[in-house]
């Protein structure tokens, strides 16, 4: 039985050398037990398709803003405009349904429920973010769930993988909390890694 994606223990301290930038998102999450549902619709994909390199588990999100690399002193200036969104509303119900690709590549799983107030969230967190003065590429959100990338000699997997993913339907969930996310650790050769910078609560019901 191959093991699921990102259910090992980190190696590695988190805390090792410092650099003056860091690479940040602002992102929804779902929780844990629908990308567990996700994770067992996966679980032949896994064992089939060893060599494709999956995201670990805990690290799948809906990434609302990608900001790049940013001077860390920048940072801060996100925390209270962040947190006044999630204040201001309350939890979106989404669903993850469906798989997909990018560019033969890059697999998927597809975002369904209240995508009109996803939208509206990703526009207010994009519109703080020009206001605090920091540039991005502001490009037009196609919500998802990134799962795996495929070897440049192995294009076929993903495309038969996200056919498989094609009658996948999850159950509702509320994204319960607004995520800033950072990956200024475990660069190198090997897959990226996230940890959340800062999380807001999003408004109670």
């Known amino acids: 039985m191959a093991e699921v994606p990102g259910r090992g223990t980190e190696s590695g301290d988190e ?21 567990d549902e996700l994770a067992r619709e996966l679980g ?12 670990r588990i805990e690290d799948w999100h809906i990434t609302l803003a990608f900001l790049g ?18 204040a201001a509303h309350r939890p979106v119900e989404l669903a ?3 798989g997909g690709h990018f560019d033969d590549r890059v697999l998927w799983s597809g975002i369904d429920g209240d995508l009109d107030g996803l939208h509206r969230i990703a526009t207010e967190v994009r519109t703080v973010v020009k206001e605090c003065g ?7 959100l196609r919500p998802h ?7 440049r000699d192995d294009p076929a997997s993903v495309l038969e993988v996200a056919a498989g993913l094609a009658g996948f339907t999850g159950r509702r969930w509320p994204a319960a909390r607004l995520h800033l996310v950072g990956s200024d650790y475990g660069r190198g050769p090997g897959p990226i890694r ?3 910078i800062e ?7």
């Open 15 to 35: 805390d090792g050398a410092r650099t003056s930038t860091v690479r940040v998102f602002v992102a929804l999450a779902p929780p844990d037990d629908a990308k």
């Open 44 to 55: 032949p994909a896994y064992e089939a398709y060893p060599r494709m390199r999956w995201n």
């Open 69 to 86: 690399e940013l001077p860390v002193a920048t940072v801060p200036l996100l925390r209270p405009p962040l947190a006044a969104i999630a």
């Open 96 to 98: 993850l349904r469906g």
């Open 134 to 140: 920091i540039p991005f590429e502001d490009r037009p």
């Open 145 to 151: 769930l990134t799962l795996a990338r495929a070897r």
């Open 194 to 196: 996230y940890r959340d």
């Open 199 to 205: 999380s807001w609560a999003f408004a109670r019901r």
